[in-house]
């Protein structure tokens, strides 16, 4: 990577934390103004960027920001075991680590019916907001899935439910351009119990 390129990662990732940004393409832009570079300067890409918000949170977020991971892993733990007959999987930052007090806890689902979800969460007494996310696949195709979202403990959870039977069909993560990674119940729990304290 180019001299100019990490130091604009370094400087989103800066942004990104100070500023409890989730948008990487905002970051770069505001890390351009603040290093003075040109508009047209050759911008690294998300994976650098989410490694360097990796490194920075290693670096200076200290207990708020472990503190605030084991949350939302914890959260996740709860989620997945109450809707464990749609084979949820943990996806997004709270896999990689790379995260802030703005990212949600990010699920993928599976079902027949994405009313399926809300039918569930409704009976249980549990209030959400219906939305859709697009996601893109290798092969360079869009889908619009169908997202629920509700709150956990003061946590955002954002559901994403994906037609029955794709679950090894996963998308292009865009933060990091690879294939999302999903974790099952019994991986998440594992990762819960491997966040160390930086002061242990």
């Known amino acids: 990577m180019s001299h100019d390129k990490h130091a604009i990662a370094q400087e989103a990732a800066r942004v990104i934390c100070a500023a409890q940004l989730t ?9 351009l103004e603040r290093l003075g570079l040109p508009t047209r300067t050759a911008l690294p890409d998300n994976a650098a960027v989410q490694q360097a918000v990796l490194e920075y949170q290693r670096l200076f977020g ?3 920001y472990h503190e605030h991971l084991r949350a939302m892993r914890t959260v996740a733990v709860r989620v997945m075991r109450l809707l464990a007959e749609f084979s949820p999987r943990l996806a997004g930052g709270a896999v990689s680590g790379a995260v802030t ?10 079902a027949d019916k994405a009313e399926m979800l809300d039918v569930f969460l409704h009976e249980r007494g549990i209030r959400f ?8 696949y290798p092969d360079g195709s869009v889908e619009a899935i169908p997202l629920t979202c509700f709150e956990v403990d003061g946590l955002g959870v954002d559901a994403a439910v994906f037609p029955e039977g794709e679950m090894k069909r996963p998308p292009v993560n865009i933060t990091d351009g690879q294939l999302y990674k999903r974790l099952t119940l019994d991986a998440v729990e594992t990762l819960i119990a491997s966040i160390a304290s930086p002061t242990a």
């Open 101 to 110: 007090a703005a990212h949600h806890v990010q699920l993928h689902l599976f």
């Open 23 to 31: 948008d990487y393409a905002a970051a770069k832009r505001k890390a």
């Open 129 to 136: 907001e219906q939305d859709e996310r697009q996601y893109r």
């Open 62 to 64: 200290g207990d708020e």
